[in-house]
Nanobody, 121 residues
Framework: VQLVESGGGVVQAGASVRLSCATS????????MAWYRQAPGKQRDLVAV????????KYVDSVRGRFTISRDNGQNTVYLEMNELKPEDTAVYYC???????????????WGKGTLVTVSS
């Protein structure tokens, strides 16, 4: 399984960024996917999860209404559109398999390098 995140950078508060995650080695179209983030000195946490067909999406409270997760099953790619960015959104963002109402992702051992998003105030 390969997961390659991209699209991060340094932006000012209030800006927008779109992250992409290209995957290979998984049956993408039947796999729920998610975005996660790890802020400096903190553990990796769930940001958003999307069902295999894109019909169900769930967000953590801190990003709901500002972030949008989407996917393209033809391109085996998952996206995260981030709007109204805040300094507290600063983190390395990762994609991986996702689960609804579960912390199973904490047992995942295969992660990509992630993409760093830095939001300045």
């Amino acid at each position: 399984v390969q997961l390659v995140e991209s699209g991060g950078g340094v932006v000012q508060a209030g800006a927008s960024v779109r992250l992409s995650c290209a995957t290979s080695g998984i049956t993408f179209s039947t796999t729920n996917m998610a975005w996660y983030r790890q802020a400096p000195g903190k553990q990796r946490d769930l940001v958003a999860v999307i069902s295999h067909n894109g019909g169900i999406k769930k967000y953590v409270d801190s990003v709901r209404g500002r972030f949008t997760i989407s996917r393209d099953n033809g391109q085996n790619t998952v996206y995260l559109e981030m709007n109204e960015l805040k300094p507290e959104d600063t983190a390395v963002y990762y994609c991986n398999k996702g689960w609804f109402n579960s912390d199973r992702y904490r047992d995942l051992t295969n992660w990509g390098k992630g993409t760093l998003v830095t939001v300045s105030s």
